[in-house]
């Protein structure tokens, strides 16, 4: 699947009624062997900044699944989960840089802040974060 067919499918995912997390995984379960009605259990309560708190947006969410179903093992591995969590984290900086926050509420001006905040909507993280993911899927 290319980038504009990824995107595409979380757009659609999204415009079913799925949630920002569960679009952005859902774009990418092709590559793990993982059916999409487990994908969409597993990312449920992870949608409006986690059970809607207005937290940490669910498009990075999404994307931290997607990178742990990547590059995660099955047992407790100290090396590994240091090199997941580098990319998480670096999936994280780019996003906030481009934003100025990975908070869901300030994302989507529902939550006031002193930062400088670059509002967007959902479908617009959505989009954002798929695209970041191509370049932190790959080997």
Request: with cysteine.
């Amino acid at each position: 699947m290319n980038i504009e067919e990824r995107v595409k499918k979380a757009y659609d995912l999204h415009h079913m009624g799925y949630n920002c997390a569960q679009a952005v995984l859902g774009a990418y379960v092709d590559l793990f062997d993982l059916e999409m009605d487990q994908a969409m259990t597993i990312a449920y309560g992870f949608g409006g900044g986690v059970g809607m708190t207005r937290e940490i947006c669910g498009t990075l969410t999404g994307g931290a699944m997607a990178l742990g179903l990547k590059y995660g093992k099955g047992e407790a591995d100290v090396k590994q989960k240091k090199f997941v969590n580098e990319k998480v984290s670096a999936l994280c900086k780019e996003f906030e840089a481009s934003h100025g926050s990975v908070i869901c509420g300030e994302l989507l001006g529902i939550r006031k802040t002193d930062k400088e905040v670059n509002r967007a909507t959902c479908d617009d993280l959505i989009e954002e974060v798929v695209r970041l993911l191509e370049k932190y899927l790959v080997d």
